[in-house]
């Protein structure tokens, strides 16, 4: 069985930082993207940013870019999103996804549980 577990999320001020991880088991994601989505109060859920199997490929939504950065460990099984100048827009329940690809434009398979993000003004 499959299993996306985030950590790491919590409440910072605005320009701070947060590094979300997410722990897959059950299989490993060859050949697939893995990535973050986020989700806040009365909105529908966001793309954030996906990365490729061998993280030569890197993707961010527009509001993101410049300020997160994904990562993986294929060793570990393990994505990461470090999260910089946070804002108080930033403030979201945030998903880990896998087995999906961007350029293919197919939507993830596997979902974590969700960890919030609380960005103070």
């Known amino acids: 069985q499959v299993h996306l577990v985030e950590s790491g999320g919590g409440l910072v001020q605005a320009g701070g930082s947060l590094r979300l991880s997410c722990a897959a088991s059950?299989?490993?994601?060859?050949?697939?993207?893995m990535g973050w989505f986020r989700q806040a109060p009365g909105k529908e859920r966001e793309f954030v940013a996906a990365i490729s199997w061998s993280g030569g490929r890197t993707y961010y939504g527009e509001s993101m870019k410049g300020r997160f950065t994904i990562s993986r460990d294929n060793t570990d099984n393990t994505v990461y999103l470090q999260m910089n100048s946070l804002k108080p827009e930033d403030t979201a329940v945030y998903y880990c996804?896998?087995?999906?690809?961007?350029?293919?434009?197919?939507?993830?398979?596997?979902w974590g549980q969700g960890t919030q993000v609380t960005v103070s003004s």
């Open positions: 996804a896998a087995d999906f690809s961007v350029l293919e434009d197919t939507y993830p398979d596997y």
């Open positions: 059950g299989r490993t994601f060859s050949n697939s993207d």
